[in-house]
């Protein structure tokens, strides 16, 4: 009883060691290089940063199907201000960040306006916006990609982070990117928040039971709307810090499907989409898993066209598995 | 004959049933009657398949049967009409009968058979309405003659009712009595749950008392007084049950409330609370009494004035309503009062959560707290930090009014504080508002418990259709006078 309880609690983590350590003894030339962990935590960190606001979202009770169209529009709306603003160097580059996270942070709340205020459906709102956010972006490249003109400050930036005591195979230090240090700092941000703060406790009792908050006197609607507005700043920095990385953004397929994994990454990490609770540290776990799987199987030469049905099957049997800790 | 034979029922919290044996006689009309948390409801739940007995069993003409749905029990021939009907409102009434046993004619369902059918059967019960009527545009009254068109139809030989004239006017309970006597004619056994004595005297020849979950006695009505009933029911004197009234120093009113109107619910009620007073405010099912106490804390559209200390004040909300001292503990406990999910920590500082700090809580302060009224309310929980859907129904209230308390209000709203709890937390909760009031609250109680109006209310107003309709004051209260003025009778002089 007592070890199932556990093992439903830290499942998750369970299957992420294990799966690391099959990986490490099946590949140790692989794996557990510095250099690849490095990696798999920069390709995590982006749709991990997008989760941590989806758990708050989903906790609350909601959902967002728009993120990933939001990652690409904020990232193209920077890029875009960047090369208007190319011979300000640094100070371009943070006037390009700010505007592409002010364009997220916008975006959203317009999501948590038409949830809070207009009584829209959650799916329904984000599900326009999803479609429509990619829509506007499509227009920003005419369909195509948007180049950063920036040949130097911005790649730099991209590329940047805090040098690590480990080099890769050239000899050179290996860096901790800023996009990983976000999504960490982040990461213990909401952790905090959701534990101490009394925001935190409104977003967990809106989810939990929308009318016993209302009648607590809690401003149920305003919790709903910063919630999806946070979601919305947390999705522009994914996208202006993707941007950054690959110093362009594809229209049609920059952050494409990161509203599917980061609410995979949420479910997997024990967060019940019915909401009302929920933790971060889970969702941190679950994007490390599907990254892991994603690298697992890249390493195993398997064909990238299988990831979907692994994926599939991994959030089936995450949430088979936490059923029981709902009815006991 | 339909038997129960030692059933006993028992949830994580509460036993609802202790060993109850009982037999209902072919072509009998028994009723069952007890107070609120006797265990009447959770009883007929089981001969109708809705629940199963935790011990004990059920036999049919003598052969032990287990309903493990509603649908077998339908098909041993008893149905149940339950205090909330279960209809589809977007339905028509014959959809609504014929609901999951729908007539076929290939793969398609044959609605010309079934719209037939149910109407010979809404003909049966005397439903003013036809077939196609959408059962969401009918009145409650016509609802239960769809549910008991619904049991008639499915050939039902007991026929279960769990006070179904709770929700009724006089002339609709009237014509539901009719209709039950017309059917207990055809050799229907009626098996007729209330705690409405004088009903039961009129419908019924046995009636079985329950009280605390147990069985106290069975007896033909014949000959059976309703004071005597009464006593059976309570096992004691309601004098012990509240608690002597005290009377409140006299003072300013601290709540008044003017003119006060919800579309659709309140038109134009006038109330004045004073410090430590406990004003009742009675009335039928929809007579507006929650519709107003939600306007008054800012829960509902309303126009009127509202006066707190003699000034004049405007609640938009619950937060802003406490911040001027007035609490409204929901009558929906589970759904409104109490995040079930959360601790009775989390709970008990939900209403009040900046008093423990403006960014962070003070986590250790909020367990103080906590600790400090699970000990002055008596509230009997394992762990503070479990959830509370795990507590009894006692319990869980005790947390809801920690919660408002916590915000030091000068009035207390009360909905139906009682409903769903235990006899011995009641009597504990009427303690506690006594208590309250003596230490100055001001307390308004909405209640549809005569005994509790007459026992705690220092005056009563008593509401109809959104309107009061009369004051009754100190010895003036009491149950007699309250229903007549909420039922809109005239005494004969």
Redesign the interface.
Known sequence: MRTQRIFEQYGVVLALLILVLVNAVLKPAMFLQPENVRNLLNQSSYIGIVAIGMTLVIIAGGIDLSVGSIVALSGASAVMVLNKNLDRGTMGVAIAVLAGVGVGTAVGAVNGFLISVGRLAPFIATLAGLVAFRSVTLVMADGSEIRSQSMDAYPAFGAGGIPLPFVDGAGRNLILNWSIVVWLILAVGAAFLLA????G??V??VG??E?????????TGAIRFWTYTLLGALSGMAGVLLSARLNSVASSTNGLYYELDAIAAVVIGGTPLSG??GRVWGTVIGVLLLGVISNMMVSFGVSNYWQGAVKGAIILLAVLLQRGRATD | MLEVRSITKRYPAVTALDGVSLAFAVGTSHAVIGENGAGKSTLMKILAGVEQPTEGEVLLDGAPVRFRSVREAAQAGIAMIHQELNLVDELNAAENVFLGREPRRGFAIDRKKAEQEAERWLHEVRAPFGPRTRVGDLSVAGKQLVEIAKAVSQQARYLILDEPTAVLSERETDALFDLLGRLHGQGVTLIYISHLLDEVLRLCDVVSVLRDGQHVETRPTAGSSPAELAKLMVGRDLGDVFPPKAHPAEANPILEVENLQVPGWVRGLGLTVRPGEILGLAGLVGSGRTEACEAIVG?RAHTGDTRLGGESVRLR??????RHGVA?L?E?RK????????SAV?NTT??N??A??????D?GRQRRATDAWIQALDVRVGDPEEPVGTLSGGNQQKVALA?WLDGKPRVLLLDEPTRGVDVGAKREIYRLVHRLASEGLACVLVSSEMPELVGLCHRVVVMRDGRSVGELVGDEIGEHAIMLLAAGVEEAA
Do not use: Q, W
């Open positions: 101490r703060a009394r925001f406790r409104y967990v009792a939990a039971s009318r016993a908050a209302r009648y607590s006197g809690i401003s009302g609770k | 829960l909300n619950p937060r802003e309503a406490l409204y929901s929906d759904g409104a009062g109490l995040v079930l999910g959360m989390e939900l209403a959560l900046r423990y700090g403006g960014f962070t809580i986590r919660k």
